[in-house]
């Protein structure tokens, strides 16, 4: 007893650190004593973490749909048109200025990509689908993918092109050999390869440039993208600066992280991806602070005669506001390992039902925990302030 | 005073459920709102998902016709997939039929120049015969398409999405390099493929393609049936007349095409359905608590109620009926609090947001489920309640 009579009257550091000992001590003895009502005031809080988690993963799933396809492609600086959009629409340019990049010191190469819209149709008939046609030179390796640099031989083939395995099942069989009229043309599948179809399309299709020009009814120029790489001493943004100075203004250039950003602006707030699932994870946050609220409001409520008690015996707001804030904190770190874990089942859920690639980075998984702590010691501070109310004198 | 008169007096006069509602009116208001939050959750996902198709509809549902000639390998109703001009002669040689008009259409071709950045964007283009009876319902097109008369005239989506710069006062503007004129505006809205709708006249739209109307492929023939007429009738004979490589629907069947691709092909109704499914968890553990704190301060209150000689079964009707009440106090403001969110997303959005009866009973089923759930896990508590214990 003399020892929780020090508790309150020694404002030294040392003292202060015995006040949170005990404290937490008192915080963890209500947690366990009630062994049901603590379980089911974690699995609000699980429930509320994992909500914001979901959220989450809708609101990065799309930009990073969006990215998906450049992220499988080998550049250090991508070139593109003034009038660039994204990466679906990215308008075209000259191919002149991929030579006059290639020339540049410490650039080492640059490719074309070029993108067009076409028709996928069986040669028995049935529906004619929309496909998203990619032109490349393979012998340049601009695909990180496996599937397509080592089918070099195949895509040269005449009339022969690659399928993304993703392209949806509405296409029939996507069998190497199986003939296609690709825009009124007699091709031949040579092979899929596993990359994704990100926001291109239902359907993708790579061939090498030579069959794109002769089914698409394109020439070498204009070209969509030119994928720029450097030598391996260059530095990504001094060249950029560079070639922003010697090129003519009819094209631009993105560094990685700068072609990450347009296109991550561009999804979030140029579609209403950003709105609907930013609003989501907005309504996901004060769900989370509503559920959090009411666990330890009720555990105060139905702890408060013993508050009183403890102030009537001398206790002061603070050290109880200090039960209150880590028995938060307890209830919050406990329920979220298993909601982060429960979160990547649900992110393969939504990799495999939408195609999109959302994966729980440690910067998102720390984003959430972050975002829970302040919450459990805002709804702390919330709920303490029922604490004050505890009158020793009335509770009895 | 025996059992039977205290019966008289609490069960069927003192309405006990309301009583304990109203009794604490800060309370009230602290659990109302717990549940209006998950309520608000459930509807507003609810309604992005029907927003969703809805706005992928919009253009075939905004169509004027009873039936509608189609290439049979379309797969959506929104990709060029046109058949030749010739094939009309057929269809008009069909009884019955009122009128026909060819309706041009483009997804991938036209890009507007926005005034706002000056640069080219995709946009969703339709066009028509002026002169013909109107293709469209929506007004805005219908009773202005006889400005399209003049030359390279369009009329454009004031819905459109804001970087096209539509909504504002635009008068001119290049598309696909052309210079264009606006004469006039609707309002129609985006969808998830197209940014901004542009209606010209079918002579406006040959010339984009070096051609002209007499010769250029239809993307689909909207049709009217005489009045009176039997539309199945005359769909069979327009289906005999016609080679098998055109299709024959009509306008439920349409709007039922366009919707079954966005089922199939899309991946949004799941997302929306998954948030929906965890408003309903979020709002059974709100609930639960709400009723179990409730429940907890008023179990002397019940155990007396049992002492006197009430029964279990009046008890549990009582505490699910101010369950009931409970999540009816939490949805009334929350549908109404929902009719403000829904107009402020939809207009930042432009997704056509609406509470509809189907919405608005969904939410309520859901609501009351989650309450009565909730109400039926905490209610053993005052089954278990010891009159003798208590006090």
């Given amino acids: 007893m003399a020892q929780i009579v020090g508790f309150e009257s020694t404002p030294t550091r040392r003292g202060t650190m015995r006040t949170l000992r005990v404290s937490a001590h008192l915080a963890w003895r209500i947690l366990v004593h009630e062994k049901g009502r603590t379980a089911l005031a974690l699995a609000g809080v699980f429930i509320a973490i994992l909500l914001v988690f979901i959220e989450l993963g809708f609101f990065i799933a799309v930009p990073q749909g969006g990215m998906l396809v450049y992220d499988h492609m080998r550049f250090d600086l991508l070139l593109v048109s003034t009038d660039y959009q994204f990466q679906a629409q990215p308008w075209q340019f000259p191919r002149e200025r991929l030579t006059q990049a290639a020339s540049a010191t410490g650039v080492a190469g640059a490719t074309p990509i070029y993108f067009a819209g076409g028709s996928w149709q069986d040669p028995g008939g049935g529906l004619r689908l929309d496909v998203f046609l990619i032109g490349c030179d393979p012998a340049a390796q601009p695909f990180a993918v496996p599937d397509i640099e080592q089918r070099q031989d195949i895509l040269a083939e005449t009339d022969t092109f690659l399928v993304d395995d993703t392209t949806r099942s509405i296409f029939g069989p996507l069998t190497t050999g199986r003939p296609v009229d690709i825009d009124d043309r007699r091709m031949v599948t040579g092979g899929r390869y596993h990359l994704g179809t990100g926001f291109l399309g239902i359907g993708v299709v790579l061939m090498d440039e030579a069959n794109f020009f002769r089914v698409a009814h394109r020439s070498r120029d204009p070209v969509n993208l030119g994928l720029i790489t450097l030598a391996p001493a260059a530095d990504a943004g001094e060249v950029a600066e560079q070639l922003r100075k010697t090129l003519p203004g009819d094209v631009q250039i993105f560094t990685r992280d700068e072609l990450t950003a347009h296109e991550n602006a561009y999804w979030t707030t140029r579609t209403s991806v950003g709105l609907i699932f930013g609003s989501g994870l907005l309504v996901a946050l004060i769900v989370g602070l509503m559920v959090l609220y009411q666990t330890l409001a009720t555990q105060i409520a139905r702890n408060l005669p013993q508050f009183a008690t403890m102030k009537a015996i001398g206790y002061g707001d603070a050290s109880l506001a200090a039960v209150v804030a880590i028995e938060a904190a307890i209830v919050v770190v406990t329920a979220f390992f298993p909601a982060a874990a429960a979160a990547m089942a649900v992110y393969a859920l939504i990799r495999s039902e939408t195609l999109l690639p959302v994966a729980l980075s440690a910067s998102s998984v720390a984003a959430v925990l972050a975002a829970t702590l302040i919450m459990s010691g805002a709804s702390a501070f919330l709920s303490i302030s029922n604490l004050r109310r505890a009158d020793p004198a009335e509770i009895f | ?391």
């Fill in chain 2, 1 to 391: 005073m025996t059992i039977l008169a205290l019966n008289r007096y609490v069960s069927p006069r003192v309405p006990l459920a309301w009583r304990n509602l109203i009794a604490d009116k800060k309370r009230l208001v602290r659990t109302s709102a717990g549940i209006a939050f998950a309520v608000l959750l459930m509807l507003v996902q609810l309604g992005f998902e029907r927003s969703f198709f809805d706005a992928s509809l919009s253009a075939v549902r905004e169509l004027d016709g009873d039936l509608f000639v189609m290439n049979a390998s379309k797969y959506r109703f929104g990709t060029r997939n046109p058949f030749a001009h010739n094939e009309l002669n057929a269809i008009k040689k069909v009884t019955d039929i009122a009128s026909v008009a060819p309706l041009y259409g483009d997804w991938q071709d036209f890009f507007w120049t926005s005034p706002i950045d000056n640069k080219p964007h995709l946009v969703r283009v339709f066009a028509f015969d002026p002169d013909a009876p109107p293709v469209f319902l929506l007004s805005g097109i219908a009773d202005q398409q006889a400005a399209l008369r003049g030359d390279d005239t369009v009329l454009i989506d004031s819905r459109s999405r804001r970087f096209l710069g539509m909504d504002g006062s635009v008068r001119e503007t290049k598309l696909d390099g052309e210079m264009v004129y606006v004469v006039g505006k609707f309002s129609l809205g985006p969808d998830f493929m197209s940014d901004g709708t542009v209606i010209m006249s079918d002579r406006t739209f040959a010339k984009f393609f070096h051609s002209t109307p007499a010769t250029l492929p239809i993307e689909a023939a909207v049709i009217k049936v005489k009045p009176g007429e039997d539309l199945s009738g005359v769909r069979q004979r327009l289906t005999a007349a016609l080679p098998s490589t055109l299709t024959v629907m009509t306008k439920p069947e349409l709007v039922e095409f366009e919707r079954n691709f966005q089922a199939k092909l899309s991946s949004a109704a799941p997302i929306f359905w998954l948030g929906a499914l965890v408003g309903f968890v979020v709002g059974t553990l709100i609930s639960y608590q709400i009723i179990f704190t409730e429940l907890s301060d008023r179990l002397p209150q019940y155990a007396t109620l049992k002492g006197i000689g009430y029964k279990n079964a009046f008890l549990i009707g009582s505490v699910l009926r101010q369950a009931l009440l409970t999540g009816l106090a939490g949805y009334i403001p929350a549908w109404f609090l929902c009719l403000a969110v829904y107009r402020i997303i939809g207009d930042i959005a432009l997704l056509p947001l609406h509470m509809t009866l189907q919405v608005t009973l969904m939410s309520l089923a859901l609501t009351l489920g989650m309450c009565l759930f909730a109400a039926a896990i905490a209610v053993r508590r005052v089954i278990a309640a010891d009159p003798a214990e208590i006090f």
